[in-house]
């Protein structure tokens, strides 16, 4: 190997290192705006604020932003559904289920937000509910089956009546 050959692919090295170096916080800042927007339910436990006066996307009834039976929905042509009740919600997913990114639900023992795809979800006539479909969301399954029989997220349109 020639000397000059060496010392040619250390300059080389060397500006990889300096071209990676200076454009790294700019791709470390862009990954992470591409994860924000493709994936806001990894990023936030929260939905979106329900606006006052919102309406039920499925009765057209408007949305009690207090109630533990309001959801939000994110679609994956990223629109936003509000839904006054979770028998609602689920009614609306028999004829638009395909398109459902992101569902929040509050849990009934707590009132909290959480991932409607992860709670646990019991029909009974002791949940009075705004359209009286009967059907509440819990976190924790012990929890749920207090009230119930649990069914997961995926067997949840059984419960419609």
């Not at 800042?29 to 924000?36: A, E, K, N, R």
């Not at 042509?77 to 997913?93: E, S």
């Not at 009132?111 to 924790?140: H, N, R």
């Amino acid at each position: 190997m020639k000397p000059y050959e060496k010392e040619s692919k250390v300059k080389i090295t060397g500006s990889i290192r300096k071209r990676v170096a200076t454009r790294l916080p700019g791709l470390v800042f862009l990954g992470f705006g591409v994860l924000i927007f493709a994936f806001p339910g990894f990023v936030s436990a929260q939905p979106p604020p329900i606006p006052q006066g919102t309406k039920c996307a499925e009765c057209g009834m408007s949305v009690d932003r207090n109630s533990n039976f309001s959801n939000v929905v994110a679609t994956t042509d990223n629109k936003t559904r509000f839904f006054c009740d979770i028998g609602d919600m689920l009614l609306h997913f028999k004829s638009d289920g395909g398109r459902v990114r992101t569902v929040y639900v509050r849990d009934y023992v707590t009132g909290q937000w959480m991932d409607g795809k992860k709670a646990f979800y019991v029909l009974s006539t002791k949940f009075k509910t705004p359209m009286s479909w009967g059907i509440a969301a819990f976190a924790e399954e012990s929890a749920a089956k207090k009230w119930g029989t649990p069914v997961a997220y995926d067997s949840a349109t059984s419960l419609l009546k």
